[in-house]
């Protein structure tokens, strides 16, 4: 009787110092997370449903959802809305596409396989401010992609500077930093199947494409899913090449939600519209990691 | 026969298709060592001196050194170390609690913390700059550092690697009266080094690449990390190309280093965002 309650007196200080152990080791993240997400989203939030001035250092007045109703109703908000949209349409799944078909690629022990894929991960490994510098000189009328064109006898073309061809080179650009790194995570994750599941796949006496989409594809589910949920919301928040190359233009076609943020919230000085869309794109970005969440849980039954 | 023919062309393709992804960083190294006249008139109309300088300079590199690139660089490698160091440190710590510790709570602790980090930063550095901003925190060190230390994958990939140490050696250490900071400390740190550097590369790339976040918080020249000062050289009313090309090259160089030691580890890391624990 006695030592049952000891034993019991003695677990439960143990769960009580678990407890305390893990509090502290996590302190430092939980604070982090507090300060770099809660407060800035809280403080997005607060902001979206004040108004001031542009510029002006009068006390913001509380508005409620006007900000969101003005925005909605504006034509150039749901033209920023378009062309993120466009943008990641294309790009998300084409880097993604390649990326497994490069990773396949290489992973089917060719020669010097190891050196073809630091090759393809170098631009990764370019800070995206520098890849935009040179993307933004290679892409100019006298540069080497008109260069190129040149030599087959194609015409110079503006690239950056046409409204229509702007988000194809943003494109272009993104998936050569892209590419490579997001067919290191599908490299692993193919690295990772078990090779019985293959040898079945032969036994059964299924070809290469069979054997890819029955087995491969399946195994594969989520590394690709991660990396498409990453891709998106990199590609969704895309900053440098933007405000380093285009400025949201020509003709606005490239201003993505997020420069236009920024935009606002910096050279027109106006906070208060700036967090109203600010909060559109964090639900954006939410409701894609919890979508990502959900699909990854559901799995675990199977 | 066919089979040996068909890898052939498979090899061909792999290697075409590699070049393709070099070409430009060939082009970005061949015109740190010319003029950016010639830089210029070898591509329109192009020809193969695009790839290779004809007449060879340092000048390029001396420009960047005479306006204070290297000022620039020492800030973004003092940065990106103790973002490395402490980030680590934080992580690993977090990673162990998540992994190790058994505590109430803890699946749901884990979730928020990977919820939370999978919010691209750039999503919310804007209203984040205004607090630091509000804060007095604006053009400091602490201010470049700060959200470089927060980074979930680096947390996910060292709490799998956790969860793979085998537990009796916690449990060892436990009966020899050894408290949790010590497990951590001398059990699971010294064998975790193959994920720690996978971490630390996670960490470094994040930080290295940084340029939204230092525009927003630094206004002072002396506080420009390079990416920054790159970026203000390639915006200047009259930009010096070649200066331009050099910066990033060097800029460039740093990580394609790293990477090339320690490829290894980062391929480690990253196989562990797709497993199932």
């Given amino acids: ?302 | 026969m066919t089979r040996a023919l068909g890898r052939a062309a498979l090899t061909a393709l792999a290697a075409f298709i590699s070049l393709l992804f070099l070409l430009p960083i060939l082009w970005l190294l061949a015109s740190t060592f010319r003029s950016s006249a010639e830089t210029f008139s070898s591509s329109s109309p192009l020809s193969w001196g695009a790839l290779w300088p004809e007449r060879w300079t340092l000048q390029n590199l001396g420009s960047a050194v005479d306006t204070g690139f290297l000022l620039n660089l020492s800030n973004s490698i003092v940065v990106a170390a103790i973002t490395v160091v402490a980030g680590l440190l934080i992580s690993a710590m977090a990673a162990f609690a998540l992994a190790v510790i058994p505590f109430r709570g803890s699946a749901m602790t884990f979730s928020i913390v990977v919820l939370s980090f999978l919010v691209p930063f750039e999503a919310i550095a804007i209203p984040l700059s205004r607090g630091f901003a509000d804060w007095g925190l604006t053009n400091s060190l602490f201010a470049l550092i700060l959200p470089g230390l927060g980074n979930g994958l680096a947390v996910f990939t060292l709490r799998q690697f956790f969860l793979g140490v085998p537990h009796s050696l916690a449990e060892a250490a436990h009966l020899d009266g050894a408290g949790w900071f010590r497990i951590f400390w001398t059990v699971y740190l010294p064998l975790s080094r193959p994920a720690m550097i996978g971490a630390g590369l996670i960490l470094f790339l994040f930080q290295w690449q940084a340029y939204l976040w230092p525009i927003l918080v630094t206004s002072q020249q002396e506080f420009d990390v390079a990416p920054v000062a790159i970026a203000k050289a390639f915006g200047a009313f009259t930009t010096d190309y070649g200066r331009v090309f050099a910066e990033t090259a060097i800029l460039a160089i740093i990580p394609g280093i790293v990477l090339l030691i320690l490829q290894r580890y980062f391929v480690a890391s990253v196989a562990s965002t797709g497993s199932k624990e």
Avoid: C
């Fill in chain 1, 1 to 302: 009787m006695i030592t049952t309650t000891a034993v019991r007196l003695r677990r439960h200080q143990a769960t009580r110092r678990n407890a305390i152990a893990a509090a502290l080791f996590l302190l430092p993240t939980l604070l982090l997370i507090l300060i770099l997400r809660i407060v800035p989203t809280v403080s997005a939030v607060g902001d979206s449903t004040r108004d001031a001035l542009p510029g002006s250092l009068a006390e913001p007045e509380f508005v409620g959802m006007e900000q969101f109703t003005r925005m909605f109703a504006s034509e150039s908000f749901w033209q920023s809305v378009r062309q993120t949209l466009l943008f990641n349409v294309v790009v998300n799944p084409l880097q993604i596409l390649l990326a497994l078909a490069l990773a396949v690629l290489l992973t089917r022990g060719l020669p010097a396989s190891g050196f073809w894929r630091t090759l393809i991960f170098l631009p990764a490994a370019v800070p995206l401010a520098g890849s935009t510098i040179v993307w933004g000189i290679a892409l100019r009328p006298d540069g080497p992609i008109n260069g190129i064109l040149g030599l087959i006898g194609v015409p110079a073309q503006p690239f950056l500077t046409s409204p229509d061809q702007v988000i194809g080179s943003l494109i272009l650009l993104a998936s050569w930093i892209g590419i490579g790194y997001w067919m290191m995570f599908l490299i692993a994750g193919l690295n990772d199947i078990p090779t019985v599941y293959y040898e079945a796949a032969r036994i059964d006496g299924a070809g290469p494409w069979r054997t890819f989409v029955s087995v491969t594809l399946p195994m594969l589910r989520r590394p690709l899913l991660f990396v498409l949920v990453a891709d998106t919301v990199a590609n969704f928040v895309l900053f440098a090449p933007v405000q380093i190359l285009t400025s949201g233009g020509p003709q606005r076609a490239s201003n993505f939600l997020m420069y236009d943020v920024f935009h606002r919230s910096f050279e027109l000085t106006d906070p208060y519209s700036a967090s109203a869309e600010l909060v559109v794109l964090l639900l954006i970005m939410i409701g894609i990691v919890l979508i990502q969440f959900r699909l990854l849980g559901s799995d675990k039954e199977t």
